[in-house]
């Protein structure tokens, strides 16, 4: 998230993938009211205060469940005024045919079943390692697909900040229909749908950065 001033945007980082374990935000339970409070007490709401008092304007700028997280602040009264969005490969719906099973009745026993405790690919390297945390606990994905259901079931017309959302068509994570529907709910006056198809990352997740797709930075900057 950045604050927008001139000369130059001062920026207030969300906790991410290779915080520290002791330093995370730790939920157990899966309740998205839970997850949704905690996150606004301790994270959002103090992060919009500071950008609002380092700038005029606040750049929120999310990427993937943080996309989720920035569309439910964004309905929120708090979350309207002097806000701008940029979304990358937000998730409003995984694209794997089985996450929607997490939400159903006895859904959770299942997904434990399937995936077992643990679940996620090795890191393919040092960078990706530093970056994301994977294999990562099945449990985790619980709270998140509640977080995706309840956006989903809001009424997004309440969302009306500018917005510019980046999605790939072939984005393997997070499925494209859900993005393109989702956006066309939202009730922003200004608001752009941006397909991006240059990303080299893997499964076209990560549309920008050094790690996993370092050529398409320049273009994103450059928009």
């Given at each position: 998230?950045?604050?927008?001033?001139?000369?130059?945007p001062?920026?207030?980082?969300?906790s991410?993938?290779?915080?520290?374990?002791?330093?995370?935000?730790?939920?157990?339970?899966?309740?998205?009211?839970?997850?949704?409070?905690?996150?606004?007490?301790?994270i959002?709401?103090?992060?919009?205060?500071?950008?609002?008092?380092?700038?005029?304007?606040?750049?929120?700028l999310?990427?993937?469940?943080?996309?989720?997280?920035?569309?439910?602040?964004?309905?929120?009264?708090?979350?309207?005024?002097?806000?701008?969005?940029?979304?990358?490969?937000?998730?409003?719906?995984?694209?794997?045919?089985?996450?929607?099973?997490?939400?159903?009745?006895?859904?959770?026993?299942?997904?434990?079943?399937?995936?077992?405790d643990?679940?996620?690919?090795?890191?393919r390297?040092?960078?990706?390692?530093?970056?994301?945390?994977?294999?990562?606990?099945?449990?985790?994905?619980?709270?998140?697909?509640?977080?995706?259901?309840?956006?989903?079931?809001?009424?997004?017309?309440?969302?009306?900040?500018?917005?510019?959302?980046?999605?790939?068509?072939?984005?393997?994570t997070?499925?494209?229909?859900?993005?393109?529907?989702?956006?066309?709910?939202?009730?922003?006056?200004?608001?752009?749908?941006?397909?991006?198809?240059?990303?080299?990352?893997?499964?076209?997740?990560?549309?920008?950065?050094?790690?996993?797709?370092?050529?398409?930075?320049?273009?994103?900057?450059?928009f």
């Amino acid at each position: 998230m950045e604050s927008a001033c001139s000369p130059s945007p001062k920026s207030v980082r969300m906790s991410r993938h290779a915080t520290p374990q002791a330093e995370r935000v730790t939920v157990r339970g899966g309740s998205v009211l839970t997850v949704m409070i905690l996150l606004e007490s301790r994270i959002l709401a103090p992060a919009l205060a500071l950008g609002r008092r380092l700038g005029q304007r606040v750049l929120f700028l999310s990427v993937s469940t943080g996309g989720t997280l920035a569309t439910w602040m964004g309905m929120r009264p708090e979350g309207r005024e002097g806000v701008v969005h940029v979304m990358m490969s937000p998730n409003f719906g995984p694209r794997h045919p089985l996450a929607e099973v997490v939400n159903w009745p006895w859904g959770r026993q299942l997904a434990r079943w399937i995936e077992g405790d643990m679940r996620g690919p090795q890191p393919r390297n040092a960078a990706e390692a530093q970056a994301w945390t994977s294999p990562y606990p099945t449990q985790a994905v619980f709270p998140m697909m509640a977080l995706v259901k309840q956006v989903r079931q809001s009424d997004l017309s309440a969302f009306t900040a500018p917005v510019l959302v980046l999605y790939a068509e072939g984005d393997q994570t997070v499925d494209p229909a859900q993005t393109k529907a989702a956006f066309a709910r939202l009730g922003s006056a200004q608001k752009t749908l941006l397909r991006v198809d240059d990303s080299e990352s893997p499964g076209q997740h990560v549309l920008a950065g050094e790690r996993l797709a370092p050529r398409s930075t320049g273009p994103r900057l450059a928009f």
